[in-house]
């Protein structure tokens, strides 16, 4: 039987993606990125229309960056790499600018693919604004945006192939939806205003143009949790949760995820099934700010 390596190798990468953002805070379909830049000189329309300047312990800190590794059976199949590159205004709304970029690892079978997301996430609500990507598998290139016209309650998504428009929705929507990036800083957000307390929520998600939930709980007891990032175990906070829907490569149902026992609440962990066995993702490398990492007393 003749095996399509063009769709494998798209299943393999998007399972990696898929993985990394809905386990809570590393896992799901991650596709890309566009434009960067601050604003510095926006600082007093920001304020008039009502932003204000993170507290040293809110998790969006300018100038973070994280980086997780993504792992499946005995292979280290990539990484992806979560940055904050501002405040800004995204028309009108004060808003963060975060960013994603995937890479899959040479002599990969198969998987030659890197992805750059860009998006901007409402900082009141830390639901979704916008999100562009650009995809490079092999020859080809992808990008794909999605603009949440709240306002007119509807997702307005289009994809490009190699420059040429291959499909697009006007998805209606009856909420706000976060997507996977912004997923990411929102479950982070949930947990520092939980402060330590065990919750349980169900998240409004998009995938592609498929709009569900993931719940989760949060803050359920706190772990010992060694991951590559430090020589030492860190302080966490355990959760759990369930994927309401089926992504790429499989990846659905129940997942399990630690974050640092600190107002920073930095994912370290995560673990999700997919059709064969599971995606692990550690953190392997992270740069914040004035960031002390909790290490266990243990």
């Excluded at 604004?129 to 650009?134: E, K, M, P, Q």
């Amino acid at each position: 039987m003749e095996v399509d390596t063009g769709k494998l190798r798209k299943k393999i990468f998007k399972g990696m993606a898929v993985a990394f953002v809905v386990a809570a805070f590393s896992l799901l379909v991650l596709r890309a990125v566009y434009a960067f830049t601050l604003f510095n000189g926006l600082s007093g329309a920001m304020q008039n229309s009502g932003w204000k300047s993170a507290p040293q312990d809110s998790i969006m800190q300018d100038g973070e960056s994280l980086t997780f590794e993504a792992s499946y059976l005995f292979f280290k199949i990539g990484s992806v790499k979560m940055e904050v590159l501002g405040k800004t205004l995204y028309h009108g709304v004060p808003a963060y600018h975060v960013r994603a970029l995937i890479n899959s690892y040479s002599g990969i079978p198969f998987v030659n693919l890197h992805a750059m997301y860009n998006t901007y996430q409402d900082a009141r609500t830390f639901m979704c604004l916008s999100t562009d990507n650009i995809q490079k598998d092999g020859k080809d290139s992808m990008f794909t945006s999605y603009n949440f016209e709240f306002n007119k309650k509807i997702l307005d998504w289009t994809l490009w192939k190699n420059g040429v428009r291959i499909d697009s929705s006007k998805v209606p929507l009856d909420r706000h939806y976060t997507d996977g990036v912004s997923f990411f800083y929102y479950i982070r957000e949930a947990s520092r205003k939980a402060n330590g307390a065990r919750t349980t929520m169900s998240v409004p998600i998009v995938v592609d143009t498929v709009r569900s939930t993931v719940d989760l709980t949060i803050n359920e007891k706190k772990e010992d949790c060694k991951v590559t990032a430090f020589k030492y175990p860190l302080e966490a906070y355990k959760m759990s949760g369930h994927i309401n829907f089926t992504g790429f490569f499989g990846v659905t149902g129940d997942f399990t995820g630690w974050m640092s026992a600190d107002s920073a609440e930095v994912p370290l962990k995560a673990d999700v099934s997919v059709i064969l066995g599971s995606v692990v993702v550690k953190l392997k490398d992270a740069s914040r700010p004035g960031w002390i990492p909790p290490k266990s007393n243990d």
